[in-house]
């Protein structure tokens, strides 16, 4: 299915945002794993968030704390709320989801399905 991040721009060291993941209709989230990714220049991907089909969530050890995830299944959208966001926090960040995943749910090979990417700059 189709999904489409929004909610990226520039920030000041500090401030937050909040991203959106949309899933195409006739996509469940509820019955997906669904993760949050970003990839800097020049560095690997690599996972943020992931939020399980039961709801609970994991957070890579850089974003704990500050970022949240969650999900509205009637809307069919997977939000990460981003807050004391940090320059190096600076990526395009990126939604996937999967209906297995085996492993921890932050690792890119786990997921088939994946957005295009939405931007995020944290300038200090």
């Known amino acids: 299915g189709e999904l489409v991040e929004s909610g990226g721009g520039s920030v000041q060291a500090g401030g937050s945002l909040r991203l959106s993941c949309a899933a195409a209709s006739g996509h469940t989230y509820g019955s997906y794993w669904t993760a949050w990714f970003r990839q800097a220049p020049g560095k690997e991907r690599e996972g943020v968030a992931a939020i399980c089909r039961d709801g609970s969530t994991r957070y890579a050890d850089s974003v704990k704390g500050r970022f949240t995830i969650s999900k509205d299944n009637a809307k069919n959208t997977v939000y990460l709320q981003m807050n004391s966001l940090k320059p190096e926090d600076t990526a395009m960040y990126y939604c996937?989801?999967?209906?297995?995943?085996?492993?921890?749910?932050?690792?890119?090979?786990?997921?088939?399905?994946w957005g295009q990417g939405t931007q995020v700059t944290v300038s200090s």
């Open positions: 996937a989801t999967d209906l297995w995943v085996e492993g921890t749910g932050l690792t890119p090979d786990e997921y088939n399905y």
